[in-house]
């Protein structure tokens, strides 16, 4: 359904993203914000459905600063070169990647974000330092790091209560701290949205697009 294109960030940086748009007029925008495996099948498929869900929708290849075409599996040390690359970008970089694919989908109408993994971290990150209109967190380990944050736009968390990375101490924070957001956990672990890893758990999967889809529609259209 996509196609590549090439975005500019705000300090003059180039990166390939991917850009697949609805049939008819948008809804609204979506920037999916990868996993640390690059901005491979699964984070096309998943802009795919959100694209024929009505909205447009593009996904930045966040990776492209350390490393052009960086697609990863979910198999052997795809997880080790994954954090490796992810370790090598920090923070702030990302986000001007993130806000450049933003901008770029501002024809659509509202724009909001949605982040898996790594991405769910960075979208909360865009949710408290952006100007996106919503904000989608799936198991984003490092929210509870950035917890004093307060987001300036409506907040969606979803959560799997047996993820091996994220311990329930740190889900219960961003819980206690941030008691207006809605915050959902599913009996799964990481990554459980992902069809193709070991946790992969489709009725959680199913229950948690659904209730994104609402959220969106919400505040995006």
């Not at 198991?139 to 979803?158: K, N, S, W």
Request: contains cysteine.
């Amino acid at each position: 359904m996509g196609q590549r294109i090439s975005l500019e960030a705000s300090d003059g940086h180039r990166l390939a993203a991917y850009r697949t748009d609805p049939e008819g007029p948008p809804r609204g925008g979506i920037v999916i914000i990868q996993e640390v495996f690059g901005l491979n099948d699964h984070i096309r498929g998943v802009c795919d459905g959100y694209a024929e869900d009505g909205y447009a929708v593009v996904a930045p290849a966040l990776f492209d600063r350390v490393e052009e075409g960086v697609e990863l599996g979910y198999q052997g040390g795809d997880l080790s070169r994954g954090r490796e690359l992810r370790g090598a970008l920090g923070w702030d970089e990302p986000l001007l990647d993130i806000q450049a694919a933003v901008e770029s989908l501002k024809g659509a109408g509202k724009v909001g974000v949605i982040g898996y993994c790594w991405g769910g971290s960075l979208a909360w990150l865009c949710a408290t330092r952006l100007g996106v209109d919503a904000a989608v967190c799936y198991y984003g380990g490092q929210i509870a790091d950035f917890v004093d944050e307060t987001p300036r736009c409506p907040v969606m968390l979803h959560f799997g209560e047996t993820d091996a990375f994220i311990p329930n101490e740190k889900v219960e924070l961003v819980r206690e701290m941030h008691a207006s957001v809605p915050l959902f956990t599913y009996p799964a672990g990481h990554g459980f949205n992902c069809e193709s890893r070991a946790d992969y758990h489709p009725q959680s999967a199913k229950l948690a697009r659904s209730r994104s889809l609402e959220f969106l529609s919400q505040h995006l259209g």
